[in-house]
């Protein structure tokens, strides 16, 4: 148990086993995730060395490896989660083997200190003074140690020694940074158990309260709808796309409760869940909005490419009968519109942008736009606070490893017939050279106020 106990304690394997999980992910970078046995088939058959391909049977193999080693779904893999465990089980133990002494170190009787071994410390000052009344003295070191900030302690055998310190618990630093791999992990694990990762193309005018998960392709039920309202895609003058965004609505019995303008970085949550801009598909189909404008009535109506539509309320038939493109960027549209009761017209639009026309003495508006379907990533990740406060808590135990040590200075008044002097020793675990600043300007404030 002894022999168990010290191998899972060892700094030594934590070091490799952070070399393997840092070897490996990089065959989790380099080989895409979660496709099919075929497509690392064709993967790996493309692969050139010296301009040859390894072609399908190499291609094969390596996609049997692949697969058999479960790297192409490494971060859900078996052995994945065994270095996990093993990282986690010797951060426990490796804790709770230090922190005892540690906490001994924190606690420690520090005025027990002998002379002798004072002595010894490489880092000490003497500070000699007329005045010969230890009382005063000491009452003095006191006031001054501590109004610079220095936590003081009087020994009650010894009156002429006087201990001071500063950040004791600093020691504990490390174990926070191990406490908050811990809590990351715990964060990762809430989210896999109770979370998904799902996506769902949604055409624009459509709703849905279902999304489809990414890990098995299983349909998923929100538990409300959401809504495309819109889909709006920008281009460079060069006609590649610039940016996209959708309008979102959230239904909850058939009542909308949210409205939200997404794209990417700037994404939708609600209830926990969470719907990223990710892609876009474009449509043959249109979208037209039309207005009667003494009517005052208003029909958004999806139209299907060449197709005659009728509407209603206006008393109109109107279709999308051409279209020009520049480039990928659609240019323009031709619109047949009639009344029934009067020749057809036809005239040309551009996308996006609102058309007035006429029939007879009545006048209308037209808005005609290409139809897309929004490509929504939706996550739900219950761990992801966790995750944040252990990020937090990492932050914490960083900052005081690095920039923060437990500083010690002890004061000893010695009298020698009339002469008197302050003789100061001091000792930190880390930044030695730091804390030497720090010591010496403290005995310079000490030897200005105290012989003023």
Same mark, same amino acid.
């Given at each position: 148990?002894?022999?168990?106990?010290?191998?899972?304690?060892?700094?030594?394997?934590?070091?490799?086993? *952070?070399?393997?999980?840092?070897?490996?992910?990089?065959?989790?970078?380099?080989?895409?995730?979660?496709?099919?046995?075929?497509?690392?088939?064709?993967?790996?058959?493309?692969?050139?060395?010296?301009?040859?391909?390894?072609?399908?049977?190499?291609?094969?193999?390596?996609?049997?490896?692949?697969?058999?080693?479960?790297?192409?779904?490494?971060?859900?893999?078996?052995?994945?989660?065994?270095?996990?465990?093993?990282?986690?089980?010797?951060?426990?133990?490796?804790?709770?083997?230090?922190?005892?002494?540690?906490?001994?170190?924190?606690?420690?009787?520090?005025?027990?200190?002998?002379?002798?071994? *004072?002595?010894?410390?490489?880092?000490?000052?003497?500070?000699?003074?007329?005045?010969?009344?230890?009382?005063?003295?000491?009452?003095?070191?006191?006031?001054?140690?501590?109004?610079?900030?220095?936590?003081?302690?009087?020994?009650?055998?010894?009156?002429?020694?006087?201990?001071?310190?500063?950040?004791?618990?600093?020691?504990?630093?490390?174990?926070?940074?191990?406490?908050?791999?811990?809590?990351?992990?715990?964060?990762?694990?809430?989210?896999?158990?109770?979370?998904?990762?799902?996506?769902?193309?949604?055409?624009?005018?459509?709703?849905?309260?279902?999304?489809?998960?990414?890990?098995?392709?299983?349909?998923?039920?929100?538990?409300?709808?959401?809504?495309?309202?819109?889909?709006?895609?920008?281009?460079?003058?060069?006609?590649?796309?610039?940016?996209?965004?959708?309008?979102?609505?959230?239904?909850?019995?058939?009542?909308?409760?949210?409205?939200?303008?997404?794209?990417?970085?700037?994404?939708?949550?609600?209830?926990?869940?969470?719907?990223?801009?990710?892609?876009?598909?474009?449509?043959?189909?249109?979208?037209?909005?039309?207005?009667?404008?003494?009517?005052?009535?208003?029909?958004?109506?999806?139209?299907?490419?060449?197709?005659?539509?009728?509407?209603?309320?206006?008393?109109?038939?109107?279709?999308?009968?051409?279209?020009?493109?520049?480039?990928?960027?659609?240019?323009?549209?031709?619109?047949?519109?009639?009344?029934?009761?009067?020749?057809?017209?036809?005239?040309?639009?551009?996308?996006?942008?609102?058309?007035?026309?006429?029939?007879?003495?009545?006048?209308?508006?037209?808005?005609?736009?290409?139809?897309?379907?929004?490509?929504?990533?939706?996550?739900?990740?219950?761990?992801?606070?966790?995750?944040?406060?252990?990020?937090?808590?990492?932050?914490?135990?960083?900052?005081?490893?690095?920039?923060?040590?437990?500083?010690?200075?002890?004061?000893?008044?010695?009298?020698?017939?009339?002469?008197?002097?302050?003789?100061?020793?001091?000792?930190?675990?880390?930044?030695?050279?730091?804390?030497?600043?720090?010591?010496?300007?403290?005995?310079?404030?000490?030897?200005?106020?105290?012989?003023?």
């Amino acid at each position: 148990m002894n022999s168990l106990w010290n191998f899972f304690a060892s700094v030594r394997l934590a070091i490799v086993i *952070l070399c393997i999980i840092a070897f490996t992910s990089i065959f989790g970078t380099l080989i895409p995730q979660g496709n099919s046995f075929e497509w690392y088939v064709n993967f790996f058959s493309h692969i050139s060395f010296s301009g040859t391909p390894l072609g399908p049977d190499t291609g094969q193999r390596f996609a049997v490896i692949t697969t058999l080693l479960d790297i192409d779904k490494m971060y859900s893999s078996w052995w994945y989660y065994l270095f996990l465990t093993i990282l986690i089980i010797n951060l426990i133990v490796c804790s709770i083997d230090r922190i005892p002494t540690v906490l001994k170190q924190i606690k420690m009787d520090n005025l027990s200190f002998t002379q002798a071994r *004072l002595d010894k410390m490489k880092l000490n000052r003497q500070i000699s003074l007329q005045n010969t009344d230890t009382q005063s003295i000491m009452s003095s070191l006191e006031t001054i140690v501590s109004s610079l900030g220095w936590k003081t302690q009087k020994s009650p055998t010894n009156q002429a020694m006087l201990f001071s310190e500063k950040s004791p618990w600093s020691r504990m630093g490390v174990y926070i940074v191990h406490l908050s791999i811990l809590v990351i992990f715990a964060g990762a694990l809430i989210g896999n158990l109770l979370g998904f990762k799902a996506s769902v193309m949604l055409p624009e005018t459509r709703q849905t309260d279902i999304v489809y998960s990414t890990k098995d392709s299983s349909a998923v039920n929100l538990g409300f709808t959401v809504r495309c309202d819109s889909f709006t895609l920008e281009y460079y003058d060069n006609g590649m796309p610039k940016e996209y965004m959708s309008e979102l609505t959230v239904l909850e019995n058939g009542k909308e409760v949210k409205k939200a303008h997404i794209e990417v970085n700037k994404p939708l949550r609600y209830n926990g869940i969470t719907f990223y801009q990710a892609s876009y598909e474009p449509y043959q189909d249109f979208v037209v909005t039309l207005k009667d404008i003494q009517q005052s009535v208003t029909t958004k109506l999806l139209t299907p490419f060449q197709q005659q539509i009728k509407w209603p309320e206006g008393n109109l038939s109107y279709g999308v009968i051409n279209a020009d493109s520049i480039q990928n960027r659609l240019a323009r549209m031709k619109i047949w519109v009639s009344d029934s009761a009067n020749p057809p017209q036809t005239f040309w639009v551009k996308p996006n942008e609102e058309t007035p026309f006429q029939i007879n003495d009545k006048k209308y508006t037209i808005y005609v736009k290409q139809m897309f379907a929004t490509g929504l990533q939706v996550a739900q990740d219950p761990g992801v606070w966790v995750v944040y406060l252990g990020c937090l808590l990492m932050l914490v135990g960083l900052y005081v490893s690095f920039f923060m040590s437990h500083r010690k200075i002890w004061f000893v008044v010695k009298n020698s017939g009339s002469a008197t002097s302050i003789i100061m020793y001091g000792t930190t675990n880390k930044n030695k050279m730091g804390f030497t600043t720090v010591f010496q300007s403290l005995a310079d404030n000490i030897e200005q106020q105290i012989t003023a």
